[in-house]
C-alpha cells in the first residue's frame, strides 16, 4: 500500500480523458471558434477547410447537366 486514496480507475480514466479533451480543443479553437472579423493565426487553415468544403459539395458541370436532364 503506497497510500494513494484514489481508485485505480482514476488513472485511466485521467489518461482517456488527456487524450480526448486536448485534441478535441485543438481542433474546436481552430476551426470552430469565433476569433472576430480581422485576420488570425487560423485564418488559412480555415480558408483552406472552406475551399475544400465547398469543392467536395459542388457539382462539375458534367454532374450539374445529369442533374438537369
Do not use: Q
Amino acid at each position: 500500500d503506497n497510500g494513494d486514496f484514489r481508485p485505480p480507475w482514476v488513472y485511466s480514466a485521467s489518461h482517456i480523458l488527456t487524450y480526448t479533451l486536448i485534441p478535441t480543443a485543438m481542433v474546436y479553437c481552430v476551426f470552430l471558434a469565433d476569433w472576430g472579423e480581422r485576420e488570425h493565426v487560423f485564418s488559412p487553415v480555415r480558408r483552406w477547410t472552406m475551399r475544400f468544403k465547398e469543392s467536395f459539395f459542388s457539382l462539375s458541370p458534367d454532374e450539374a447537366s445529369l442533374i438537369e436532364e
